[in-house]
């Protein structure tokens, strides 16, 4: 079983739209989380990171943790097309990062 | 947040050679991590940096086929010895700050095998 469980997509959405990206795990001991962006020919980029349970908001942005479901989210409102991407959750208890293998986001106008 | 950089962007190299890729930061850390990324795969760490000592590297990866340097806190190098079609990969430096859970990537390095 992968440590952390990602659909790959493709997700294709119009612009405007809210858009909802999961990843399930399966350690208990993850403890930190964050969702990164990548853009085409591009490294990732940390968005959000989250400590534990709960919801954090960042603009359009939110990432919602539920550890007693080992299941992590991460809301776009209003989406736009610069948030065709793909979005890969990552997460850690103390040591390595284990990453999803990303969602490909396409936002159509 | 950090500013790093890769070198080379992007590469096509022959079976059995070497390619030495590098890794500047903009600033002093403490750590710093490579990475493979295949495509439809999770980006799977290759090793961990260490200043002033011998990388760490995580099963499947060996030093005799990775080799990593880190002259000091700004920088270091990846290379990928005796290539083969398999090792084709963005391979990714990253940085911690604070923590190995914010890190912080640089653009990578796109390598072919032929």
């Known amino acids: 079983q992968k440590e952390v469980e990602q659909d790959p997509g493709p997700l294709s959405v119009p612009e405007g739209a809210i858009v909802s990206l999961n990843c399930t795990y399966s350690?208990?001991?993850?403890?930190?989380f964050m969702w990164y962006r990548q853009y085409s020919r591009k490294g990732p980029e940390l968005l959000m990171y989250?400590?534990?349970?709960g919801n954090k908001e960042d603009g359009r942005f939110t990432a919602q943790v539920d550890k007693s479901s080992k299941y992590i989210s991460l809301f776009i409102r209003d989406s736009q097309p610069s948030d065709s991407a793909t979005y890969l959750c990552?997460?850690?208890?103390?040591?390595?990062?284990?990453f999803g293998t990303g969602t490909r986001l396409t936002v159509i106008p | 947040s950090a500013v790093i950089s890769q070198k080379p962007s992007r590469d096509i190299c022959q079976r059995g050679t070497s390619l030495t890729i590098q890794c500047q930061v903009d600033?002093?850390?403490?750590?710093m991590f490579w990475y493979r990324q295949q495509p439809g795969q999770s980006l799977t760490l290759i090793a961990t940096?260490?200043?002033?000592?011998?990388?760490?590297?995580e099963s499947g990866f060996v030093i005799d086929k990775f080799p990593i340097s880190r002259p000091n806190l700004t920088f270091s190098t990846l290379t990928v010895s005796n290539m083969s079609p398999e090792d084709s990969s963005i391979y990714l430096c990253?940085?911690?700050?604070?923590?190995?859970?914010?890190?912080?990537f640089g653009p990578g390095t796109r390598l072919l095998v032929l």
């Open positions: 990253s940085v911690g700050r604070g923590g190995r859970e914010t890190q912080y």
């Open positions: 940096a260490n200043q002033g000592s011998e990388a760490t590297y």
């Open positions: 990552a997460m850690t208890g103390a040591n390595n990062l284990f």
């Open positions: 989250t400590y534990s349970s």
């Open positions: 350690n208990s001991a993850f403890q930190y």
């Open positions: 600033s002093q850390v403490t750590m």
